[in-house]
């Protein structure tokens, strides 16, 4: 089946530093991909949705200046937590949109982000 | 509004036993996608199962078992004779289309299976 790979699995980083989450689809070509967000013990949540060379589509609530999303191409999304601080320790899960239909969806293995 | 209800926060069962993960959805649409994931520890999502708005007959998968009804809105999961292994988080899942365009999840079951 399809593969969505994420970078990096964890990572660690100090309080007012930036980090930057991958998204890869190994062997498709997905024209959307959504980031999501999971704290301890809670849902997902939906952060945003990102169209390849398009502007992202941010939820509500979510900062666009705080997570900045770039879909530069039709197998790579990025997700970058500018000048991260400990409340935005989180896990951060991508899906790619496939080509077979609207409810073709793969995700990723998650990336977990710790802020010290 | 699109939403999806998991009204069981957590259950427990004695391994062997059969158990029902309850799954309701709200939509307007006429067209969406329904699916079941389950999140071990380690946090990975797995796939179980997508089913189509069009597609209400139900499916079996080895113990795994799904049953669709329109009419309730729901999309409940059972596991028979479950297993420790079957301890996770599950998440019910509405997929969006068209101007929606969007995944919107439950909040999840965490299912212990005790030995």
């Known amino acids: 089946g399809a593969v969505v790979s994420q970078h990096p699995s964890r990572v660690i980083c100090k309080s007012g530093t930036s980090v930057k989450i991958e998204c890869r689809s190994l062997?498709?070509?997905?024209?959307?991909m959504f980031w999501y967000r999971q704290f301890p013990k809670q849902s997902l949540m939906l952060m945003a949705t990102?169209?390849?060379?398009?502007?992202?589509?941010?939820e509500q609530g979510v900062e666009k200046d705080k997570f900045l999303i770039n879909h530069a191409s039709l197998t790579l999304s990025t997700l970058t937590v500018t000048s991260a601080h400990p409340e935005d320790s989180s896990f951060y899960i991508c899906?790619?949109?496939?080509?077979?239909?609207?409810?073709?969806?793969?995700f990723g293995e998650g990336s977990r982000l710790t802020v010290l | 509004a699109q939403k999806v209800t998991q009204a069981q926060t957590e259950i427990s069962v004695v391994e062997k036993e059969d158990v029902t993960l309850d799954c309701v959805y709200e939509?307007?649409?006429?067209?969406?996608?329904l699916f079941w994931y389950k999140q071990p520890p380690s946090g990975e999502l797995v796939f179980l199962i997508r089913?189509?708005?069009?597609?209400?007959q139900n499916e079996i998968s080895g113990r795994y078992s799904w049953n669709f009804q329109k009419s309730t809105s729901s999309f409940n999961f059972t596991i028979t004779a479950s297993q420790v292994v079957d301890s996770a988080v599950y998440f019910c899942?509405?997929?969006?289309?068209?101007?929606?365009?969007?995944?919107?999840f439950g909040t999840g079951t965490l299912l212990a299976v005790q030995p």
């Open positions: 899942a509405s997929f969006y289309g068209g101007a929606t365009n969007k995944l919107i």
């Open positions: 899906s790619a949109r496939g080509s077979q239909g609207p409810g073709e969806l793969f």
């Open positions: 089913r189509n708005s069009f597609d209400e």
């Open positions: 062997d498709f070509q997905a024209t959307t």
């Open positions: 939509t307007r649409d006429t067209t969406y996608y």
């Open positions: 990102s169209n390849e060379g398009s502007k992202a589509t941010y």
